[in-house]
């Protein structure tokens, strides 16, 4: 099936370029568009360094949510002298209303090869894996069959294009885990056993994989990165803001007329997203809040409509882009069942491995259910609102990794813009 | 290397934890899942430190130290913090000191203790106790369990018999027993090297329930008298009765690091049992008398004596026991190639 | 069966989750026995626990016997503000099952499941491999319908 993606081929710039206008069974048909260029003009005419520099230069930053330079991300790995070092694709993509990874690799799967490629070369890699979620299986053949067809036209294997670089490329499938997508979490899945994160440091970058430097990269990152070396860094900055350069995949979802996944410079502003490419809001009700960034993103209400959504201006209103998933909420929209859904949705995806939030998930969930119980009651108990925050803020302090880290945001910016209304209107004095 | 912990400044060396200097100059930080044999872990979360110039809290037990690092144990922050994940902890389990084999014993317990905690403010619902009593020595109760991984990472790395693993995720996790069967139908060999390591009272050796608080027992340190391994023990030694209660093996002793066998841990039966010998007996007219050391062993040798006379010394042979030392061991070679004279001598390398 | 599966990868324990995968896709239940799980636990060399633990940690597999079709329903917040929970009981009610169960002829079974990325066609649901999107009473009662027809 299809994506619903109305305004993709108007607007794919980079990363969703050829998305929906080439074939992506055919590697003959991504040659044609200028394909695997960029990876040969890294091989045979750039050395590693200057590979790095110019991604350096374009002011990249990773897609995946946190939004660390990616430059500066190989930099650490590049110079280690060991004999395995590993490129690790993060298309695990399991966080809510995100689907930009899943269209990228049905739509153009050698773009992300190639990326993946251009990474290797640079940090001096000899193996990529492409980590992709269990439930994505056209994504899943589609990739696998670009991976043959790249190794039959000598863009894989031994010597590639006849030149000392060498690099395999494997695919390796998820079992059905959002802390798998945090990379210290997918890289134990990736050897086979249960996804618990690891504390760092050590960072994947110096100690990964089987504890050998690995990078780990985004879908929708790694794709940037032919057109960088292609096109250079200076033309990729043309595009954004200062410090958020190139473009976003943004998914605008939920209350809008045409829900849909759009590439776009980045600064775009909300009001933007809803109402031009999003088309408006649906039935033309009112706008509540939007949620920003899937389950671990934040709410984000009518109030910062005007303000980039980049990662610096959000930060600034104590805010997160983190994927760039944007779920419109019309007026009407039961934010307490819609907390229910996000409490459940860590609940369920906690590895369970530290206290705070395999302990604190649930709680946090059983305060939800009785807060919505209360409501309906007419009876909500605004300390049940307090104790929720007070454990999401000791979760959000002692958690190992990001997940139980998560739950804060979207708790505190819904009390910020809505909970606290759907409260006022049923306080009994 | 010297790190300042609040305010004072102590000797470490480079491979050192945080936690570990902490502990070696007697400041408590509550922990949980850390155990120096399984090394880090960090998954517990209740040991959390400040370190200044990194912002938040860390977790001590991951947390390497560096020359003049300084760190702050017991500020409010920190304790708070501590305070509700232990609060977590107490209140999703059936912490009903009282009972409980692991009261006196427990680093929940002292962390409680340490934080000041009387009654979590918060249960997750009734819990009943979960008890799978289906094993031969240890008795597990899951609603003590506190998911701290020790165990799996004990019998995995430390006697690696791979029998435990965690199950499940989130919330449902638990520890599990080969294909998540009951303890007694799996492949555990009862070697109790879990039950040594759990933190709390989730894992107990059956046999010692309800035989004496850990504070009404002396503990003894001996050498296991099975083989020749030497594993180092301690005996528990109720004090009233003069009872051995449960052993546990010795950490630091160099030979078993703390671990033991079953037989070891769970097999002193014999120590008081009525059918010890404990004088040698000659057998007259198809009948055991007792008798002393010096007629029992003038009549071995004469018997002995007359063997070797009339049939010769390979008549006899030895056969050595690995219950004794290999000092006794060289010993009863020599008698036997030098005394008795002949080559046949055996051990049976085995119980 | 599930030796054959195993002899196309290297006895490796990163390979692991691919081997469960297509142990249980090969199973007409759709879920992974006993007798597969200690086989994978010696192919591989580790132990039963190992896999048993992987095994539960994963929602996508099963130890217990789905139907020859599984419908996930995405209930995550994309789907769930567009009425997953409605899909979820239209489903049930044609089923005529409760949540996360199999119905008696072993045709279908339900589970819920996380994002699966096709948010812009919310509220979706896959079944086996198949992706249904912007689903309503009609379309589901359509989809059924005609896997049912397609079984007689
Ligand atoms: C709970 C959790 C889930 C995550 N899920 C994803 C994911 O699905 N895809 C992804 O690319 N990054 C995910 N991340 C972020 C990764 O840990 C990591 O930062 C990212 O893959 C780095 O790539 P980038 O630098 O290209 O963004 C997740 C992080 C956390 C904490
Ligand atoms: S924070 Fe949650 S997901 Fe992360 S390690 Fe801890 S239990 Fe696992
Ligand atoms: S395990 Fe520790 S805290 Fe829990 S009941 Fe026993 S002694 Fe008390
Ligand atoms: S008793 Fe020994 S073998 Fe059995 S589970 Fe405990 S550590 Fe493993
Ligand atoms: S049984 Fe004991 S050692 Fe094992 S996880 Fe539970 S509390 Fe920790
Ligand atoms: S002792 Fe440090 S996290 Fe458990």
Redesign the interface.
């Given at each position: 099936m299809r994506q619903n993606s109305k305004a993709f081929n108007r607007h794919g710039i980079i990363t969703l370029k050829n998305v929906g206008k080439i074939n992506p069974e055919s590697i003959e048909d991504f040659i044609a568009h200028d394909g695997y260029i960029a990876f040969e003009k890294a091989l045979f005419d750039m050395n590693e360094d200057e590979v790095i520099d110019e991604v350096k230069d374009s002011g990249l930053r990773g897609r995946g949510g946190a939004g660390f330079p990616t430059g500066l991300k190989w930099s650490f790995t590049a110079p280690l002298k060991v004999k395995d070092k590993f490129i690790i694709c993060n298309a695990d993509e399991g966080e809510p209303g995100t689907c930009k990874d899943r269209l990228i690799m049905e739509g153009d799967p050698h773009k992300l090869i190639e990326g993946i490629l251009i990474a290797g070369y640079a940090v001096r890699a000899n193996k990529g894996y492409i980590y992709i979620r269990g439930e994505y299986y056209l994504s899943i053949e589609r990739l696998g069959k670009a991976i043959k067809d790249a190794y039959k036209h000598g863009y894989l294997g031994q010597k590639i294009l006849e030149t000392n670089f060498s690099f395999d490329l494997e695919i390796k499938v998820g079992g059905g885990a959002y802390v798998c997508g945090e990379e210290t979490s997918l890289i134990e899945s990736l050897e086979g056993k249960r996804g618990l994160p690891r504390f760092k440091p050590p960072f994947p970058g110096i100690a990964g994989l089987w504890q050998k430097p690995s990078v780990v990269n985004n879908v929708e990152t790694l794709c940037n990165i032919p057109d960088i070396i292609s096109k250079g860094g200076e033309w990729f900055r043309s595009f954004g803001t200062k410090k958020s350069t190139g473009t976003k995949i943004f998914m605008i979802l939920g209350n809008v007329k045409n829900p849909g996944i759009i590439e776009l410079p980045q600064g775009v502003t909300l009001r933007e997203l809803i109402y031009e490419h999003g088309g408006g809001m649906e039935d033309d009700k009112e706008l509540k809040c939007t949620l920003v960034g899937g389950a671990a993103g934040c709410f984000v209400g009518p109030d910062l409509l005007d303000i980039p959504m980049t990662i610096e201006s959000l930060s600034e209103h104590g805010a997160a882009l983190g994927s760039g998933s944007i779920l419109v909420l019309k007026e009407g929209t039961n934010l307490i069942a819609l907390m229910k859904n996000l409490m459940h949705f860590f609940k369920h995806e906690s590895c369970g491995q530290c206290t705070p939030c395999r302990y604190g998930t649930e709680k946090l969930y059983r305060l939800i259910c009785k807060i919505s119980d209360d409501i309906a009651r007419n009876k909500p108990d605004v300390n049940d609102l307090n104790e929720m925050l007070e454990t999401a803020k000791m979760m959000q302090k002692t958690s190992l990794c990001a997940l139980g880290q998560s739950p804060l945001m979207p708790l505190e910016s819904a009390m910020k813009y809505c909970v606290i209304d759907e409260f006022k209107k049923r306080v009994i004095k | 290397m010297h790190i300042t912990i609040n305010g004072k400044v102590y000797d470490a060396k480079p491979e050192q934890m945080v936690i570990e200097v902490a502990r070696e100059n007697g400041i408590y930080i509550p922990s949980l899942c850390y155990h120096p044999k399984i090394g880090k872990a960090g998954k517990c979360r209740v040991c959390v430190v400040e370190v200044e110039g990194i912002g938040g809290l860390q977790t001590s037990c991951t947390t390497q130290v560096s020359e003049g690092m300084k760190v702050v144990t017991n500020s409010e922050n920190i304790l708070e913090a501590q305070r509700m994940v232990v609060n977590l902890m107490l209140a999703n389990g059936r912490h009903d000191c009282i009972k409980c084999e692991q009261n006196g014993d427990c680093e929940l317990q002292d962390a409680a203790y340490y934080l000041g905690i009387e009654n979590p403010p918060y249960q997750f619902g009734i819990i009943e106790p979960q008890i799978d009593d289906s094993a031969e020595m240890i008795q597990v109760d899951r609603s003590k369990c506190i998911e701290c991984g020790r165990c799996v990472a004990a019998c995995n790395n430390t006697v690696v018999n791979e029998v435990l693993e965690f199950g499940n995720r989130g919330f449902d996790t638990k520890i599990i027993f080969d294909n998540d069967l009951l303890m007694g139908e799996s492949s555990c060999v009862q070697c109790g090297e879990c039950v040594q390591i759990c933190p709390v009272g989730a894992l107990i050796d059956k046999r010692a329930i309800g035989k004496g608080r850990t504070w009404e027992l002396d503990k003894v340190e001996t050498v296991c008298p099975y083989c020749g391994v030497g594993c180092k023990l301690e005996l528990h030694i109720d004090r009233k009765t003069d009872e051995i209660v449960r052993i546990t093996g010795v950490e630091d002793s160099p030979t078993n690091e703390g671990m033991l066998c079953v037989k070891g841990r769970y097999g002193f039966d014999f120590v008081k049992s009525d059918e010890r010998l404990t004088t040698p007996l000659i057998k007259e007219n198809g009948k055991l008398r007792e008798a002393s050391w010096d007629e029992a062993i003038t009549l071995v040798a004469s018997k002995f004596n007359g063997i070797k006379k009339k049939f010769g010394s390979d008549a006899i042979a030895g056969l050595a026991s690995a219950k004794v030392t290999n000092e006794e061991n060289f010993v009863f070679q020599k008698l036997i190639r030098r005394e008795v004279g002949t080559n046949n001598i055996d051990h049976c390398a085995r119980l | 069966m599930y030796k054959n599966i195993c002899k196309n990868f290297e006895p490796?324990?990163?390979?692991?989750?691919?081997i469960?995968?297509e142990i249980q896709d090969s199973h007409p239940q759709q879920y992974i026995t006993?007798n597969a799980?200690?086989y994978v636990a010696e192919y591989?060399k580790?132990?039963?626990?190992?896999?048993?633990?992987?095994i539960?940690?994963?929602?996508?597999?099963s130890t217990t016997p789905r139907g020859k079709y599984l419908i996930?329903v995405c209930?995550?917040?994309?789907c769930?503000?567009?009425g997953s929970d409605n899909v979820l009981e239209i489903l049930n009610n044609i089923l005529d099952l409760e949540k996360e169960s199999i119905t008696e002829d072993n045709l279908f079974s339900l589970e819920t499941?996380?994002?699966?990325?096709?948010?812009?066609?919310?509220p979706v649901m896959?079944i086996n491999?198949?992706?249904?999107?912007?689903l309503n009473e009609k379309k589901i009662k359509k989809i059924i319908s005609d896997l049912k027809r397609g079984n007689k």
């Open positions: - | - | 490796k324990r990163d390979n692991l989750l691919l469960l995968h006993k799980m200690k591989l580790i132990s039963i626990a190992q896999v048993k633990g992987v539960s940690f994963y929602t996508m597999f996930r209930n995550s917040t994309a769930f503000i567009k499941c996380s994002c699966l990325g096709v948010c812009g066609n919310a896959m491999k198949e992706v249904y999107g912007n």
